[in-house]
């Protein structure tokens, strides 16, 4: 038996006919609501026992149109502004069609997919200013490639023994910003090293690193016979897009010799950018960084990347050797080292031709002005709240990242600001999303979407007063 169409020419017409309808779908984007709740008795519909025999792909088309497509998340409307996601692209698309027909394993073997995956981590590395031959994996998003990031530098602290014998009593130390991501302290735990031997350094009004205080926990911990090993600056923070002073602290872990490691999920795409990269310096003298390809540079979920500058250490990290996985000179076991040396994985989807059509579609200058684009719409929001009396700004903002709420009288402003996001979510206008910042709640409209434009910035803002005038 095998699982094949009796009746290619039907699937074939199925095929196109979805492909047809998402399309519509996705042109018709900015004309529905951003979000609408899945009511219950639709997800009631979706639980079901195992099914035990088969059921025509029409009719799963069918229920998938029904229940699932106009319940997504909404990150493809232009005012999907909540936390950090990207919009997808045409190129994406494409390519997602090709990989889910071609299927190759991507943990290795010598076929062409590998190929693609060698060139997408090399232009990576020449976005950043890494060296050529630096060593890089694609992998589901940044927090997985901080962690893999940790890993290498784990190794290079404690040398090829941590690999068998664990951390046990090295006593390592970690040091990251108050603004890094929750990802840094969860790679810490799940890396053995524990949250606690992480040092949350403070930052300066503007949410970057303070330097001086980093210095003096590495010296207190050296003092104290502890071993500081590996330091993480953030490229772009989640909650206001603050970058720490990279060039510093590269010099900082050269003269404390740790390794250097910079979290650039979002950040990082403003190496296209001409106008933003300068932002950025320093980045270049890191040992590893982590990134996405998925939230600002717009590829279909997921695409994360991680690359490391001292590419026999990465694979240090992660080789191992499995009889039924020996490599060989000859045949489709050969060009070695693969994918799985450099990560955790061994089964892979082919996630890079995403980027690679993404970038071969649009071009690295493409990619810039989109970021351009997408700062321009987050300044003139931030222009306009600033000229609003009943709004104002929480934090600079240094990228696309606009944090603001309502100051209005009423007695708890928090709870007023979380209300106003859900009724904007609830209401399909906009889909803001919340942090705190120095205690108060902030509505937080990230700029990530390539569709966004100044008129959905100012729908946003008329939202928001319309919500605090029904709740007046
Ligand atoms: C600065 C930063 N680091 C790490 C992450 C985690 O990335 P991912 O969701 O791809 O795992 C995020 C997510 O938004 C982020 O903004």
């Not at 932002?279 to 540079?297: N, R, T, Y």
Request: hydrophobic share 50%.
């Amino acid at each position: 038996m095998t699982l094949d169409p009796q009746d290619w020419t039907a699937t074939r017409a199925l095929a196109h006919r979805a492909l047809n309808d998402m399309f519509d779908w996705l042109i018709a984007a900015p004309n529905r609501p951003v979000w609408e709740q899945m009511p219950a008795e639709k997800r009631a519909e979706l639980r079901l026992p195992l099914p035990r025999t088969g059921t025509d792909l029409a009719t799963l088309y069918d229920d998938f149109q029904r229940l699932v497509l106009p319940y997504g998340a909404g990150n493809e409307h232009p005012r999907f502004m909540g936390w950090v996601n990207g919009g997808g692209t045409a190129a994406g698309i494409l390519a997602e069609l090709l990989v889910a027909i071609f299927n190759p394993n991507c943990g290795g073997r010598d076929h062409a997919a590998i190929e693609v995956e060698r060139q997408v981590i090399a232009w990576a590395a020449e976005a950043v200013g890494f060296p050529k031959q630096a060593g890089g994996v694609l992998i589901t998003g940044s927090s997985m490639a901080n962690m893999v990031a940790l890993l290498v530098a784990r190794r290079a602290a404690l040398g090829p023994s941590v690999r068998a014998q664990g951390v046990d009593g090295a006593g390592l130390r970690a040091y990251c910003s108050q603004a890094a991501h929750g990802c840094i302290p969860r790679a810490m735990d799940m890396a053995g090293l524990g949250t606690d031997a992480l040092r949350v350094i403070p930052f300066d009004a503007r949410q970057r690193m303070d330097t001086a205080a980093l210095r003096a926990a590495i010296t207190a911990d050296r003092a104290a016979g502890l071993r500081p090993f590996l330091v993480v600056g953030t490229a772009g923070s989640v909650d206001i897009g603050a970058f720490d002073d990279l060039a510093e602290i590269a010099a900082i872990a050269t003269a404390e010799n740790i390794w250097f490691h910079v979290d650039g999920a979002f950040g990082a795409t403003a190496s296209f950018s001409a106008k933003f990269r300068p932002l950025l310096a320093g980045i270049e003298k890191a040992d590893s960084l982590a990134f996405d390809f998925h939230k600002w540079v717009q590829a279909p979920y997921d695409a994360g990347c991680v690359l490391v500058r001292d590419r026999a250490l990465q694979l240090d990290t992660f080789a191992q050797s499995l009889a039924y996985l020996e490599k060989s000179t000859r045949g489709i076991a050969g060009n070695a080292p693969w994918p799985r040396d450099m990560g955790p994985d061994l089964s892979r989807e082919f996630r890079a031709l995403k980027v690679w059509m993404t970038l071969r579609a649009y071009g690295a200058d493409g990619i810039g002005d989109m970021v351009e684009q997408c700062c321009d719409v987050a300044q003139h929001l931030a222009a306009r709240i600033a000229r609003e009396n009943t709004l104002e700004l929480l934090a600079p903002v240094a990228l696309n990242i606009v944090c603001f709420r309502a100051a209005t009288g009423a007695a708890d402003l928090n709870a007023l600001n979380q209300d106003i996001v859900a009724d904007l979510q609830e209401a399909g206008i906009a889909a803001p999303s919340t942090t705190t910042i120095d205690g108060k709640l902030a509505i937080r409209a990230g700029i990530f979407n390539h569709r966004s434009t100044r008129a959905d910035a100012d729908a946003l803002v008329d939202g928001a007063l319309e919500m605090v005038r029904r709740r007046q």
